[in-house]
């Protein structure tokens, strides 16, 4: 009770320069809190704070159980408002893992343009119960966002409904991570949904101007482990083999980049740090195949050999 009363008397003796995004999920490190505090607080503090910040959240209970599934016709009016990005072909992508995954999307067209609103929209979807929408649209570079005039990196919301499946994948991952062991709790951090043009081209960022992050059509997953990012990479595996899709994978030792419906098709990449990791993949997850003339591809017919 005395350390939490002197945790609260020391965020209160702070000035905040922005209101911090609500976590969900994974705490940041510490770094992140050194950087958006305007007094010191030592290591022991800050993982308290770490602990406070990353307390437990029920799920939430709203249910899809009456809901009719996801149609195409459902989300026409997401196209012309705006998004010339958009196309009938992401929206039928979205439909289709949509529908794969259990849960039905709905139009975000009448949703108020705030982070309030795409909250409300994901509770109205449901089933994404770790991951706040302040998470979403949280930079991860803040003082490159307020560069730019921005304190978060909201989309306009036709691009919502990617948000939504995208939290299911993610949310899907973090079930299934803390599957084999209940009472410890494994966490993701999830980063990186949209990255607009001044943003991304920041120097600490250096976001390629074709990114999927460009058109918010991704995230970055960091996970506690590789084994909990190798978990994930194989479920990407299975869904993709049941029912390919559209998608495009960037794979670390402890980070997954997932997208849906890229411009560039189907492909996935790896991140150097990869190369020095001690596992991989796990047995069974063998989608990551590699052309002889070098060209990387996701479960192919095509005669290949494992790329990982």
Not at 3 to 27: N, T, Y
Not at 105 to 132: A, H, R, W
Not at 197 to 205: E, T
Request: proline share 4%.
């Amino acid at each position: 009770m005395y350390r939490l009363l002197f945790l609260l008397i020391v965020l209160s003796s702070c000035s905040f320069s922005k209101k911090q995004a609500e976590i969900k999920d994974a705490p940041k490190d510490h770094s992140h809190y050194e950087q958006n505090h305007s007094c010191s607080i030592s290591a022991e503090e800050l993982d308290k704070l770490t602990w406070v910040i990353n307390k437990p959240y029920k799920k939430r209970t709203i249910s899809n159980s009456k809901r009719a599934p996801s149609s195409v016709e459902d989300l026409n009016d997401l196209l012309g408002q705006g998004c010339d990005y958009l196309d009938n072909e992401e929206i039928e992508q979205l439909v289709r893992i949509s529908d794969d995954l259990g849960y039905s999307l709905t139009s975000p067209m009448s949703f108020p343009k705030t982070i309030e609103g795409l909250q409300t929209y994901l509770d109205e979807v449901g089933g994404v119960y770790n991951f706040s929408a302040e998470e979403m649209v949280a930079p991860n570079h803040p003082s490159a966002a307020r560069s730019c005039g921005l304190d978060y990196l909201l989309p306009i919301n036709c691009r919502w409904a990617s948000a939504a499946t995208l939290g299911h994948l993610a949310q899907k991952f973090r079930d299934l991570i803390n599957e084999e062991d209940p009472s410890v709790t494994r966490t993701i951090r999830l980063r990186n949904w949209y990255r607009p043009k001044c943003y991304n081209s920041h120097d600490l960022v250096r976001g390629s101007d074709k990114s999927d992050h460009r058109w918010s059509r991704a995230f970055d997953l960091d996970f506690a482990s590789a084994n909990d990012r190798a978990i994930a990479q194989k479920y990407l595996c299975q869904i993709y083999k049941d029912n390919p899709f559209n998608l495009s994978v960037g794979i670390g030792c402890r980070t997954l980049h997932v997208g849906i419906a890229s411009h560039h098709g189907s492909r996935f990449w790896t991140y150097p740090d990869l190369a020095g990791c001690q596992l991989k993949r796990l047995d069974g997850d063998d989608c990551w195949r590699q052309t002889e003339s070098g060209r990387r591809l996701i479960h192919t017919d095509q005669a290949s050999t494992g790329a990982l």
